[in-house]
C-alpha cells in the first residue's frame, strides 16, 4: 500500500518558486511528525523542514526564509512552499512521516531512512 505520494516538483530558473504536495494515507497521517527531505546527486540525504502535531516546525538553515511547510488536516495533506529558489535546491524531495517528540528533535536527530513512511520522492531542478 502506498501510503505517501508526492507532486508538484518540476524545473525552474534561480529565484522562482514551486509548491510541493504530499498526500498522505490516513494511517500515515496519523504519526505525530511530517516533514521534507531531499538527496542531490552523490550527497546524503538531508532534513529540510518538519511539522508536528502542535503545528510546531522546524528547518534546516540553509532553506530558512525561503522554505514554508504547513499541513492540511482535512485532506491529509503536507505543503512546502519554495521561493527563492537556488541552484543548491536541485535535488529529489521526498516526504516522511513518524513518531517523534517534536519536529526539531525529529529533522535534526532521531530522523531515519528506514523508519516511519516515505514517498517515492519528486524531482526539482533549479537553473541559473
Known amino acids: 500500500q502506498v501510503h505517501l505520494v508526492e507532486s508538484g516538483g518540476g524545473s525552474v530558473q534561480s529565484g522562482g518558486s514551486l509548491r510541493l504536495s504530499c498526500t498522505a494515507s490516513?494511517?500515515?497521517?496519523?504519526?505525530?511528525?511530517m516533514g521534507w527531505f531531499r538527496q542531490a546527486p552523490g550527497k546524503e540525504r538531508e532534513g529540510v523542514a518538519a511539522?508536528?502535531?502542535?503545528?510546531?516546525?522546524s528547518y534546516a538553515d540553509s532553506v530558512k526564509g525561503r522554505f514554508t511547510i504547513s499541513r492540511d488536516n482535512a485532506e491529509n495533506t503536507l505543503y512546502l512552499q519554495m521561493d527563492n529558489l537556488k541552484p543548491e535546491d536541485t535535488a529529489i524531495y521526498s516526504c516522511?512521516?513518524?513518531?517523534?517528540?517534536?519536529?526539531?528533535?525529529?529533522?535534526?536527530?532521531?530522523?531515519?531512512?528506514?523508519?516511519?513512511?516515505w514517498g517515492q520522492g519528486t524531482q526539482v531542478t533549479v537553473s541559473s
Open positions: 490516513r494511517y500515515a497521517y496519523s504519526g505525530n511528525c
Open positions: 516522511a512521516a513518524d513518531l517523534c517528540s517534536s519536529s526539531e528533535i525529529w529533522l535534526q536527530y532521531t530522523w531515519r531512512p528506514e523508519v516511519g513512511f
Open positions: 511539522i508536528d502535531s502542535n503545528d510546531s516546525t
